[in-house]
């Protein structure tokens, strides 16, 4: 069965960075098309970035310049790489697999808190 497992995520002061790390396994799991999603406590799920088969990224305005997202395919991972992060991109991070013609596999999400 397939799965996304997240990791890297912690307590890190503004400006800092982190890494987060998005490893897929099982059958039929694949890396090709990959979204980062967070969610702060109290609000609504936000779409943080995404790397599709070509290797072409996309970001929100509000990480832009900021995050980098990148892909491994013989560790079948993705990554996030934050840096500068602010109070702001404090919360639970995702990553999600295209299946077909929606995000069909999520992972449990790795906490990020960014401390001023």
């Known amino acids: 069965q397939a799965q996304l497992v997240e990791s890297g995520g912690g307590l890190v002061q503004a400006g800092g960075s982190l890494r987060l790390s998005c490893a897929a396994s099982?059958?039929?799991?694949?890396?090709?098309?990959v979204a980062w999603f967070r969610q702060a406590p109290g609000k609504e799920r936000e779409f943080v970035a995404r790397?599709?088969?070509?290797?072409?990224?996309t970001y929100a305005d509000s990480v832009q310049g900021r995050f980098a997202v990148s892909r491994n395919y013989a560790r079948n991972t993705v990554y996030l790489q934050m840096n500068s992060l602010k109070d702001d991109d404090t919360g639970t991070y995702y990553c999600a697999a295209r299946l077909g013609s929606s995000y069909g596999l999520w992972g449990q999400g790795t906490q990020v808190i960014v401390s001023s």
């Open positions: 099982g059958r039929s799991s694949s890396v090709s098309d």
């Open positions: 790397i599709i088969p070509s290797g072409a990224t």
